[in-house]
């Protein structure tokens, strides 16, 4: 769900700031319309390669949950995690992935503070913005 709202949020900065004033076409994965939109609108977040590639990890996660209905071979995604962040995000049991409680309210807060970020560097002027 912080995924979808997330990429509700830059969707709309999308189509408010690039779409109407510009004749370009609408990435179609979340991590490269922030890209355009952050990009666009001269904003510098921190340790964005990073949050990039974690954006793109639960994307691959996501969508692989449901096309498989929920049961997916979880080490591919616990390896890419545990290389990325240090950490094991997820507990595996018969085939199903399931976020820790610890690990969701990390993901929420992670996905929260992108969005956050970009708009008070947007709403406040400050393009060059710091993250937690």
């Known amino acids: 769900m912080s995924y979808s709202l997330l990429e509700g949020f830059f969707d709309e900065e999308y189509d408010f700031y690039i779409s109407k004033n510009k004749n370009s076409k609408k990435p179609g994965?979340?991590?490269?319309?922030?890209?355009?939109?952050?990009?666009?609108?001269?904003v510098k977040v921190e340790d964005w390669r990073r949050r990039r590639k974690v954006i793109d990890l639960f994307k691959d996660v996501r969508n692989a949950v449901?096309?498989?209905?929920?049961?997916?071979?979880?080490?591919?995604?616990?390896?890419?995690?545990?290389k990325l962040l240090g950490v094991d995000l997820f507990e595996h049991a018969d085939g199903y992935?399931?976020?820790?409680?610890?690990?969701?309210?990390?993901?929420?807060?992670?996905?929260?503070?992108?969005?956050?970020?970009?708009?008070?560097?947007?709403?406040?002027?400050?393009r060059e913005i710091k993250s937690d």
């Open 29 to 42: 994965e979340l991590s490269a319309l922030i890209n355009t939109v952050i990009y666009d609108r001269g």
């Open 66 to 82: 449901v096309h498989s209905n929920g049961r997916i071979d979880a080490c591919v995604y616990r390896g890419g995690f545990l």
């Open 97 to 126: 992935l399931t976020l820790t409680f610890d690990a969701s309210l990390w993901l929420i807060n992670e996905f929260r503070s992108i969005a956050q970020e970009y708009a008070e560097a947007v709403f406040m002027g400050d």
